[in-house]
């Protein structure tokens, strides 16, 4: 059984940092692109990030600079290092997993919150 477990969310004011954490278990995932999505209240869904099993990193615009992608893949986890926090960074963050060639990304954390006090 597949499973991802994010932690790190938490009361931040704006300008802070945190580290968020997806361990990840039920299959190895050194050869599978891990990615950080978000979601704020009353907002769709987005993508923050992501890493491809080789390391190549892509970063959704707003967040370039500020938020940083790491893996480890000999502890099947993987970390969203968030600095210069902003009030509009505000929501449910998300972990998820693709195989590198799919589009689709079929396993999911069940979300950690992250709330940017102004």
């Known amino acids: 059984q597949v499973q991802l477990v994010e932690s790190g969310g938490g009361l931040v004011q704006t300008g802070g940092s945190l580290r968020l954490s997806c361990a990840a278990s039920?299959?190895?995932?050194?050869?599978?692109?891990m990615a950080w999505f978000r979601q704020a209240p009353g907002k769709e869904r987005e993508i923050v990030g992501t890493?491809?099993?080789?390391?190549?990193?892509i970063y959704a615009e707003s967040v370039r600079g500020r938020f940083t992608i790491s893996r480890d893949d000999a502890k099947n986890t993987v970390h969203l290092q968030m600095n210069s926090l902003k009030p509009e960074d505000t929501a449910v963050y998300y972990c998820?997993?693709?195989?590198?060639?799919?589009?689709?990304?079929?396993?999911w954390g069940q979300g950690t919150q992250v709330t940017v006090s102004s």
């Open positions: 998820a997993s693709k195989a590198d060639y799919d589009s689709h990304y079929d396993y």
């Open positions: 039920g299959r190895t995932f050194s050869s599978y692109t």
């Open positions: 890493i491809a099993s080789n390391g190549y990193r």
